[in-house]
């Protein structure tokens, strides 16, 4: 999904600076906190993929070389990171130790279908789009295993009626700036196989606002960051 996209779209510019933003953020509050490791990893692979993955890939299909095994593999890490940061952040949020033990069950689910999905993706075996399937499908998982999370962090939220201020809650600025990516990702996937070869504009719209809520998650990040600085401060 992240390389599917010309190089000069205006909508990597944006993903971006909202990525270095993040990571600026970030440093700029840090402390040994484990979600400030997770979320430092998290941008600063995001911000590769974006900058130096994109360059990489567009100076290998210059020289006409296959990008598809780098692509995928990329993903694939890209996705297996993403849920263990969310996981990690949102676990506890459920107030469920139902849904606690079923993130720590899918932890290790991801941990050993994503170098599976690796060496499916690096051996050659398959043509194109059974890797970008591969990848797509992985991704696919963990973020509707986020958005159930989200979900239930939401569900437990009306539920409780907590006596917080939710404009100083760290975890909820998070959760809303994400659900339009748990809910674009998976339709994204779902569509972008069949318009890839039918309609290159609704193509590259889909990868757009992909893209764009993307962006979105990023800005929750900076804002899940300066409220977490306000409640340790």
């Not at 933003?21 to 600063?44: E, F, G, Q, R």
């Not at 598809?68 to 459920?94: G, I, M, Q, R």
């Not at 499916?120 to 789009?129: E, H, V």
Request: with cysteine; hydrophobic share 50%; glycine share 2%.
């Amino acid at each position: 999904m992240h390389t599917e996209i010309k190089i000069s779209n205006y909508t990597i510019i944006i993903i971006v600076v909202c990525q270095a933003l993040a990571i600026i953020t970030n440093l700029k509050y840090w402390n040994k906190d484990k979600s400030h490791i997770l979320i430092l990893v998290y941008t600063l692979f995001g911000f590769f993929l974006f900058t130096l993955g994109q360059f990489l890939t567009y100076k290998l299909k210059q020289s006409n070389i296959n990008t598809t095994n780098l692509n995928e593999s990329l993903n694939c890490l890209y996705a297996a990171t993403e849920f263990l940061v969310f996981a990690h952040l949102l676990n506890k949020e459920t107030n469920s130790s139902y849904a606690i033990k079923i993130t720590h069950i899918f932890k290790i689910f991801i941990f050993l279908i994503t170098p599976l999905f690796l060496l499916l993706i690096n051996i050659n075996i398959f043509g194109n789009s059974p890797k970008r399937y591969l990848a797509d499908s992985l991704s696919f998982i963990e973020i509707s295993f986020i958005g159930i999370l989200i979900l239930l962090y939401f569900i437990n939220l009306f539920k409780s009626s907590p006596n917080i201020d939710l404009k100083k809650s760290p975890i909820f600025w998070l959760c809303s700036f994400s659900i339009l990516y748990t809910i674009s990702l998976p339709i994204s996937i779902l569509l972008i196989e069949y318009f890839r070869y039918e309609n290159k504009v609704i193509f590259r719209l889909i990868i757009s606002l992909h893209y764009l809520s993307l962006s979105i998650v990023y800005l929750g990040i900076i804002k899940f960051i300066i409220c977490k600085k306000g409640h340790t401060s």
